[in-house]
């Protein structure tokens, strides 16, 4: 029984409740592309995982961007004749639209009306709205209780600033046995709402924290940054960084009940891509490929041509594609600990294999090696495992040329990944296979 479906029998496991706890810690605060809701949440971070946090102050230049003003907001109602609160940022702050700015004052419903967003076909929920690059100022509510306000006036009040300060972005790097690196990008600009992108932080803290106690061939480069703005910004501040990165993910929306889907990279063929590709094709999960498009997360911008880095993207149910998509509807209850820690799991075998995806030369090229007499059938139960292995056996002995890595083979033979390596690892331990340096490779 694989662990995801050990998972669905016994219950959520430890890693899935684990997850789904920092989700809940982090789910109150509000967050946006700069201020401190932002810096809260890195500093929940960096109770976990050791992260550097780095500020770009307002104005700077970064590209064809400028960084904007900081944005902070203390409270925020609309209240009736009444002194009643029909929306009120305390109570959810997905009731204020995002980057606000300050008013207080007393005006009639034809004169509120067009602040005030809501989804008629959701009447029970409350919209996500943002305003970042254009002033204004906006409400959210249930549709019901749009529906329900009459003609009268109402006093609002927006207690925010915009004002000079800086975009902050988190950084945990975890140095490996090479300069090469896997870039792995959460987004953390959304206020409460859990699989956008409470998910994809969650999961990218858990994974730093598993790696950290791990040998490591490649260095790994987790950042936690405001969408769009931060990539830019990130890109714009580390290019001596870009030649180093070798493989790179960008990870959200992953505690859903829908299955992975994985979009590639603007490459379609990077060695992430494939690694990917071949995780879900044999994990005999539901799940779907998408070819890169400039539109989406964080991947467009490490995917621009000006960089091309080798960057997909894994979430579940695409943005867009579900009704709670931002929405008070994407809270606890739609995330899920099964989900989340089966996200978590196939994150560890996409790292496992591009640790593992080394290059070998066959010591024995002329002809095949008598296998038996060294002991590689020994403890194999079955004449059909027999066969199965001595098969692997020999495709791992006649592409190991120099020229063909573990996934190479694996994807040749349509045998699981793992497979391989464990043939690999038998063959490297009689002698039949040596694993090439830089300079062997042809």
């Known amino acids: 029984m694989s662990t995801v479906e050990g998972d669905k029998v016994s219950g959520a496991s430890e890693v899935g409740r684990s997850l789904h706890d920092f989700v809940a810690e982090l789910y109150p605060l509000c967050r946006s592309i700069t201020g401190d809701g932002v810096r809260e949440t890195l500093r929940l971070i960096q109770r976990r995982i050791p992260l550097t ?3 770009v102050p307002s104005g700077a230049q970064v590209f064809d961007w400028t960084v904007p003003l900081e944005w902070n907001v203390k409270d925020a109602c609309i209240k009736d004749k009444n002194g009643g609160r029909i929306a009120d940022f305390k109570v959810n702050n997905l009731h204020l639209m995002s980057y606000s700015t300050p008013i207080q004052r007393r005006m009639r419903l034809d004169e509120l009306r067009p ?9 029970e929920w409350i919209p996500y709205r943002t305003s970042y690059y254009q002033e204004n100022w906006g409400f959210c509510l249930p549709h019901k209780d749009l529906e329900r306000l009459v003609d009268e006036e109402y006093d609002v009040l927006i207690d925010s600033s915009l004002q000079s300060g800086a975009l902050t972005y ?3 790097y975890l140095p490996g046995q090479t300069s090469d690196e896997v870039l792995v990008s959460s987004h953390i600009c959304h206020p409460s709402l859990c699989n956008d992108n409470l998910s994809g932080i969650a999961v990218a803290v858990m994974l730093a924290q598993t ?25 714009a501040k580390n290019e001596n960084v870009i030649p180093h990165i070798k493989h790179g993910l960008v990870l959200t929306g992953i505690g859903d009940e829908g299955g992975l889907t994985y979009k590639r990279s603007r490459q379609g063929q990077a060695e992430i891509d494939r690694a990917m590709v071949h995780i879900l094709k044999h994990s005999g999960d539901a799940h779907a490929l998408i070819d890169f498009f400039p539109y989406g997360y964080d991947e467009r911008q490490y995917c621009s041509p000006g960089f091309n880095l080798p960057v997909g993207c894994l979430m579940r149910t695409p943005h867009g594609e579900y009704p709670e998509y931002h929405s ?3 809270n606890l209850d739609f995330v899920k600990p099964e989900s989340l820690a089966h996200s978590y799991t196939r994150c560890i075998e996409l790292f496992d294999l591009l640790e593992c995806n080394r290059t070998y030369q066959n010591q ?8 038996g007499r ?15 292995k001595e098969l692997v056996l020999l495709w791992v002995l006649n592409l ?8 190479d083979i694996a994807e040749r033979a349509e045998v699981p990944f793992h497979r391989v390596h464990a043939a690999v690892e038998a063959l490297l331990k009689v002698g039949l296979l040596k694993e090439c340096g830089e300079s062997d490779h042809v």
Not at 216 to 234: A, D, L
Not at 374 to 388: E, H, N, T, V
């Open 364 to 371: 024995n090229p002329k002809c095949e090696p008598q296998l």
């Open 211 to 235: 790696l950290a106690l791990r040998p490591r061939r490649y260095s790994y480069r987790f950042v936690f940054i405001p969408g769009t703005i931060g990539s830019i910004t990130w890109l």
């Open 400 to 407: 190991s040329d120099g020229q063909h890595t573990v996934l």
């Open 170 to 172: 988190g950084e945990c």
């Open 374 to 388: 060294r002991g590689l059938y020994r403890a194999i139960a079955g004449q059909q495992d027999k066969q199965f």
């Open 328 to 330: 008070s509807a994407d």
């Open 115 to 123: 602040h005030l967003f809501s989804l008629p076909d959701h009447p």
């Open 53 to 55: 946090m780095c500020e």
